[in-house]
């Protein structure tokens, strides 16, 4: 196994389990996370329901396929990941019940050591962008 340099530099904002299924929360709409990096981690088998997985903009079935919108789903123990910032949502669950957990994780800080946005700032500091400039994290 790796080991990561600096600990604090990843730490976890949340992990938690949900439950999808069709009697209940069978979905959840598109959104983006304030958040670094998300995950998706299956907890339960893929043949355990019907429809489920993470619904992105953008995905392909394969390296030859042409990108369009889509879920993508993993059997148990499979990650999805993806930028916080990534619209995404979960796919609805038709039959079946599935198991995930989400975890964020976010980077407070880089290699210069500065807060993230700190270049944001200088841009608007000299007057290269407006007031107006917004940038999500």
Same mark, same amino acid.
């Given at each position: 196994? &790796? @080991? @990561? *340099?600096?600990?604090?530099?990843?730490?976890? &904002?949340?992990?938690?389990? $949900?439950?999808?299924?069709?009697?209940?929360?069978?979905?959840?709409?598109? &959104? %983006? =996370?304030? @958040?670094?990096?998300?995950? @998706?981690?299956?907890?339960? %088998?893929?043949?355990?329901? #019907?429809? +489920?997985?993470?619904?992105? *903009?953008?995905? %392909?079935?394969? #390296?030859?396929?042409?990108?369009?919108?889509?879920? !993508?789903?993993?059997? /148990?123990?499979?990650? !999805? $990941?993806? *930028?916080?910032?990534?619209? &995404?949502?979960?796919?609805? !669950? #038709?039959? +079946?019940?599935?198991?995930? /957990? *989400?975890?964020? /994780?976010?980077? =407070?800080?880089?290699?210069? +050591?500065?807060?993230?946005?700190?270049?944001?700032?200088?841009? %608007?500091?000299?007057?290269?962008?407006?007031? =107006?400039? #917004?940038?999500?994290?």
């Amino acid at each position: 196994p &790796h @080991t @990561t *340099p600096n600990p604090k530099a990843r730490p976890s &904002h949340a992990a938690f389990t $949900s439950r999808y299924d069709a009697s209940r929360t069978a979905s959840l709409e598109m &959104h %983006r =996370d304030t @958040t670094s990096f998300s995950f @998706t981690i299956a907890m339960n %088998r893929a043949t355990d329901y #019907e429809g +489920g997985g993470t619904s992105l *903009p953008m995905v %392909r079935k394969n #390296e030859d396929a042409d990108f369009a919108p889509g879920a !993508v789903k993993t059997d /148990i123990g499979g990650v !999805v $990941s993806f *930028p916080g910032q990534c619209w &995404h949502g979960g796919n609805k !669950v #038709e039959s +079946g019940a599935r198991y995930i /957990i *989400p975890l964020f /994780i976010f980077l =407070d800080y880089n290699k210069s +050591g500065k807060d993230r946005g700190y270049v944001i700032d200088q841009l %608007r500091d000299a007057g290269a962008i407006g007031d =107006d400039f #917004e940038m999500v994290f």
